[in-house]
């Protein structure tokens, strides 16, 4: 069974003008209009039975709405596939009791964005929500490394993952992008010994440009080198690393195929495309 841990919808009235937005502002491709209808078509063509829908709060007024929209899409995941997890920010101020309220809707954890939500992912607001998730049993799903639409936002280093997890009792934390987007060296050195889980979106093979002239240079569009990719799985253990494709930023059926062609055991392969996850939301 496979399982993708990192995708994003929207809502579908404003679906296609989000997507359009976020592509011209990051000069990539996008390989869904946003939808979830989209996303199931594009799971079903890839052989993917379930998505994970991680949406953004990028404000403290968006929380409790974003909240009751992911047990909305929970209500209808036997038909679409789609389980979407909810959103905290660091600037809610009830986020004990809301936390506390995203359980009991059964939803199964957060999203985190340090960079598109103005605090470092060690600061003390993100402390006591890792804290609270972990007393809920909330998984925790983070933004990690530079994002290529914020390329200045330096929130979430490994060495801050690093110093969270060591003053947390933390849930389940996974770290997208491998740890660390463009910081993969420093993933290598600082999380191994932590617990944390790696997503792999984002992270191997190439980023797809939306062809609208953006001088992209070759560095910029390669991606982590497949023997880095590698040796992370072997030093993590692939216990410790979830399939995901960060759609409607990367293809799924692309993604499936290339995990599929590297040099991983067939217990390998099933642990990163879905036994984890399945575990980890008790699939
Ligand atoms: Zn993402």
Redesign the pocket.
Known sequence: MIIDI???TFPDAIAAATVDKLQAAAHIHPFTNGTIAALSTSMRAAGIAYAVN?PVATSPRQVTQINDTAARINERTHETGVLSFGAMHPDFVDWYAELGRVAALGVRGIKLHPPYQGADFDDIRYLRILDRAGELGLVVLT?AGLDIGLPDADRVTPHMIRRAIAATKFAPLIC??MGGWRQWDAVEELLPDTGVYLDT??SIGRVTPNGDGYPWTETALSLMQEAQFLRLVRTFGAARILFGT?SP?GGQSDAVERLRRLPLTESEQASIFGGNAARLLGL
């Open positions: 990192h995708t994003h991680l933004h997208a992008h979106s984002f960060d930023w």
